[in-house]
């Protein structure tokens, strides 16, 4: 008797180490190119799915190489989701090189404007006329998130009201942190502007009436000139600068030496193309939140505004201020 209730207690152990891995499987999994894709697919897909994301948190996906293993992952993957919008060329050449052939998800595929953004110079990068950071305006919140919806649905049509549902709490959420934005953004004077490493806002100023400047282009592969950083130096000292910000995933170098150059402080770090490992801004909107307060900290004067609709009014361009050629 004694043996048989040791093989049942161990057979039964057994059983319950393999649950887990069991349940992982019979999710649905997501293969997606970078963080802040991943936290919007896990909002909307919630215990269903099993979501991989290529660039981690802190990392940079612009300059991204792919690892043999990440074409495996691909091939057994049931979903696959990217931005779009060339932000990451890397991800639509490794989809090729895969085996991957179930449903594909361009995240953007419906942003309307986007082509708005552009600045028109390349710097010798492949972003192309396009600025991707599409996410930097939670307007375009419903467009990703139905998206997501949609291609989950189609890799798992037995759960769709489920998906539906997470995607419905999800957007009621993505609508109050926006009203939250509009509320700390709105009382920075329109006449501020904001420097940053690389030009990833144009999105955010366009949405919320702010004013970015950056040594760098919309993508973080190439580095400013000399001439670059010159005229930027420049426009710090004609205009109403009053702080630079680091972003995270990129090196601060170069908003160190525009603070050396010009007396400014460092005011925080921004979070553009990439969720922290942790703490509020290892989520999209939690991301969304912090950038609004490290700004609003730095910049706001209360009184100017704050009521919402008014930060779209400031009298200005922002996407033709989102980036130092325009300040030549």
């Known amino acids: 008797m004694r043996p048989s209730r040791t093989l049942a207690r161990l057979a039964g152990l057994a059983l319950l180490l393999a649950l887990p891995a069991a349940m992982a499987a019979e999710r649905v999994q997501v293969v997606t190119s970078f963080s802040i894709l991943a936290d919007m697919i896990e909002n909307v897909g919630g215990e269903r799915v099993e979501v991989t994301a290529l660039v981690g948190p802190d990392s940079d996906a612009h300059v991204y190489s792919p690892r043999p293993t990440d074409a495996r992952d691909l091939a057994e993957a049931d979903l696959v989701v990217f931005n779009g919008l060339q932000f990451e060329g890397w991800m639509e050449r490794l989809i090729d090189a895969s085996d991957f052939d179930g449903p594909l998800v361009v995240a953007t595929e419906g942003i309307e404007g986007s082509a708005a953004m552009a600045d028109g110079h390349d710097h010798g990068h492949d972003h192309g006329p396009l600025d991707p950071h599409a996410w930097q305006d939670l307007g375009n919140g419903e467009v990703y998130v139905t998206n997501i919806r949609d291609g ?177």
Not at 176 to 205: C, K, M, N, Y
Not at 222 to 248: G, K, T, Y
Not at 251 to 264: C, G, N, R
């Open 152 to 328: 989950l649905i189609a890799a798992d049509p037995a759960h769709a009201d489920a998906y539906r549902a997470n995607a419905e709490r999800y957007l009621a959420d993505i609508e109050r942190t926006d009203a939250e934005l509009r509320e700390l953004l709105g009382e920075i004077p329109e006449e501020t502007a904001v420097i940053t490493g690389h030009a990833s806002f144009g999105h955010l100023a366009h949405a919320y009436g702010l004013r970015f400047l950056s040594p760098q282009g919309l993508s973080t592969a190439a580095e400013p000139s000399a001439a670059d950083m010159a005229r930027l130096i420049d426009v710090i000292r004609e205009q109403d600068v009053r702080a630079l910000f680091h972003e995270n995933m990129t090196s601060p170098a170069m908003i160190d030496q525009l603070a050396e150059e010009t007396d400014l402080p460092v005011a925080g770090t921004l979070h553009a193309d990439a969720l922290a490992s942790e703490g509020e801004a290892s989520t999209w909107l939690g991301m969304m939140r912090h950038n609004a307060r490290v700004l609003h900290d730095a910049l706001a004067e209360p009184g100017q505004g704050g009521d919402g609709d008014q930060a779209h009014d400031h009298g200005h361009d922002a996407r033709d201020e989102a980036h130092p050629d325009h300040a030549h």
